[in-house]
């Protein structure tokens, strides 16, 4: 070894650079919290759509197809409805317990009004109407007597659950030949193994969801709904020159709307009417808004994830039948994917800024 080599200091080795956990993290910084419910939503579906291309695609028929997309919409479009009309209540923090029964309530007084001679149009408006009223019941009880919206929605979740029982303890079936055109009324699309359609209910659910959109994130209106979620009871939401007390029974009108609308489309679905029609409905409505991003503390989420979380809902239900597991199991999934997202909303509530 030379004099100089001896006398040489010795070079630092380079820096290694930041490792994948690291990395991750950093990038998860950059993202606004918000977002992320929604993000798992999406990473969620397109997982349970990967599954299901992996195992059921055939050289006939793929599994991810217009006509899946088709049939979700077809089978789940008055719990798209009812889950919009949920995420209004619960961005300002609030719950809706009555809409099952506010649905199994339209049921039996459209089959009632029909079998007494109403037309279809009169039939049609006062069955959203008795959700509008449901709705607004609620709201004011919220809002001007200061009762917990758990409480003021359970007592008319009871009552509308009566009142149905009142109708009738039997179906009644709906043959009304203007209810039967507009249930079969459909446009369909493809060949005969691809096939797909659009029907009525699918067209008043997606417009739902779009007006829901329109609402929440280009108006006043909405505004002031996510003001109330976000932990402020009136005071800023009111120097910012919005109504919070009007906006909060606003939101129980939508909601029970959405109901009355949600029960028309179930018996679009069913062309009947039970009192039994909805238990476990407003559930379902909540797990599909949760599943699709919306804090259960309110002030955080987006409609369009309630829709990709409605989605979700019945793709597990698809998967659990091409499965041929027991329709019991579509529970088990339904709570299991239900209780990492709330455990995701728990890590994002307590790391919020």
């Keep these: 070894m030379t004099t100089d080599e001896l006398t040489q200091t010795p070079r630092p080795a380079p820096a290694a650079g ?19 419910p929604v993000i798992g939503t999406v990473i969620t579906l397109l997982a349970m759509l990967a599954v299901g291309q992996s195992r059921y695609s055939t050289s006939r028929s793929d599994f991810i197809s217009m006509k899946l997309f088709s049939n979700l919409l077809v089978d789940n479009s008055y719990l798209l409805v009812l889950a919009v009309g949920m995420t209004f209540v619960i961005l300002t923090g609030g719950i ?29 408006i006062l069955g959203v109407l008795i959700g509008t009223a449901c709705g607004l019941l609620i709201g004011v009880l919220v ?14 979740m009871f009552l509308a659950r009566g009142l149905a029982n009142v109708v009738s303890t039997s ?5 009304d030949p203007g209810f039967s055109s507009l249930a079969a009324w459909s446009i369909t699309f493809g060949e005969l193994r691809g096939m797909w359609r659009i ?3 699918m067209l008043v659910a997606v417009a739902v969801l779009l007006l829901a959109v329109y609402l ?58 039970f009192n039994l029609t909805g238990i476990g409905m407003e559930l379902d409505a909540i797990a599909a808004v949760v599943i699709g991003g919306t804090l259960l503390s309110g002030g955080v989420g987006f409609v369009l994830g309630t829709g990709a979380g409605v989605l979700v809902y019945g ?14 199991w579509t529970r088990v999934f339904i709570g299991a994917v239900l209780l990492a997202f709330v455990m995701l909303q728990r890590v994002i509530t307590v790391r919020r800024p």
């Design 143 to 156: 809002q001007v007597f200061d009762i917990q919206p758990f409480i003021a929605s359970l007592a008319v």
């Design 315 to 328: 793709l597990i239900q698809v998967l659990i039948a091409r499965e041929g597991l027991d329709s019991w």
């Design 199 to 201: 029907n009525a209910s």
């Design 216 to 273: 929440l994130h280009y108006t006043r209106f909405g505004r002031t709904v996510y003001g109330l979620g976000s932990g402020d009871q009136g005071t800023a939401v009111n120097l910012m020159g919005l109504r919070p007390a009007r906006t909060r029974i606003w939101v129980y009108v939508i909601s029970g709307t959405c109901a009355g609308i949600a029960g028309i489309l179930f018996a679009l679905y069913t062309k009947s009417g």
């Design 96 to 124: 809706d317990l009555s809409v099952g029964a506010v649905v199994a309530l339209v049921g039996l007084v459209v089959a009632k009004l029909f079998s007494a001679g109403f037309p279809l149009p009169v039939v049609l």
């Design 18 to 36: 930041p490792g994948p956990a690291l990395r991750a993290r950093a990038l998860l910084d950059r993202v606004d919290r918000r977002f992320l």
């Design 171 to 175: 179906s009644l079936a709906i043959d």
